[in-house]
């Protein structure tokens, strides 16, 4: 919707963050990207909450050698503005929060959120007691990140299909599932990962179900399911 408006395709965007205090419920770049629409539409305050706990600020050689992508402490372009805007908790905060789980909220008469109940959580993300806090919440965006394809629509449990301990659909080297016929790929099967990744799962799935229904496939396969990201 932001975009939209910023495009002239909307006048005034259905939902604003102006005047209010904005909880981002989730620590990736989807909510990067909320917190700075938020920002720049001038919310009285923004908190981003991350469940993982703050990254040192080198990388580790020892887990994460070169080229892999470090997991280290970063500000991005929309966490700078916040700062430099004033609209984290603190002037000269990080408007993130990490190792923070969210609790429950509060609301007022009319049915509106007014609060966001959260604790510390370790590295296990277990509560850690006496670390409970409360977060004035007048907009709260939810940006939490993928755990599995969604269940209550049936099709898994009429396909029959086993699933991996994460929730995501179980296949085999070939991409096939269990069920004769049946390929999974993309986020369903892999987890959650970026449109690259489903775009090669799409293209190698696709000879593999050319392969299982002709007995050979010329069709390009630039990936197999076991294929990961240089990342540890």
């Not at 919440?137 to 629509?153: K, R, T």
Request: proline fraction near 6%; charge should be negative.
């Amino acid at each position: 919707m932001a975009n939209r408006v910023c495009e002239g395709d909307l006048k005034v965007s259905p939902l604003s963050a102006a005047g209010k205090h904005v909880v981002i419920v989730g620590g990736g770049d989807t909510g990067a990207d909320c917190l700075g629409t938020a920002v720049r539409e001038g919310a009285a305050s923004v908190t981003q909450l991350d469940i993982y706990a703050q990254p040192g600020a080198e990388r580790d050689e020892d887990s994460e050698p070169w080229p892999t992508y470090p997991k280290i402490y970063r500000l991005s372009a929309a966490h700078e503005e916040a700062r430099e805007l004033r609209t984290a908790p603190a002037a000269d905060a990080d408007a993130r929060l990490f190792a923070a789980s969210t609790l429950r909220f509060t609301g007022d008469e009319r049915g509106n959120v007014r609060s966001l109940h959260l604790v510390e959580v370790d590295e296990q993300r277990l509560a850690v007691p006496g670390t409970g806090r409360t977060l004035p919440a007048d907009l709260v965006l939810l940006a939490l990140g993928f755990s599995g394809p969604d269940q209550e629509d049936g099709m898994i449990e009429q396909l029959g299909l086993a699933l991996q301990p994460r929730g995501t659909i179980a296949r085999d080297d070939g991409f096939a599932t269990n069920t004769p016929g049946v390929f999974a790929a993309g986020d369903a099967a892999r987890g959650q990962s970026l449109i690259v990744w489903a775009i090669a799962e799409g293209r190698a799935v696709a000879a593999a179900v050319d392969r299982y229904l002709t007995g050979r496939s010329r069709l390009p396969a630039p990936i197999v399911p076991t294929d990961r990201p240089m990342v540890v």
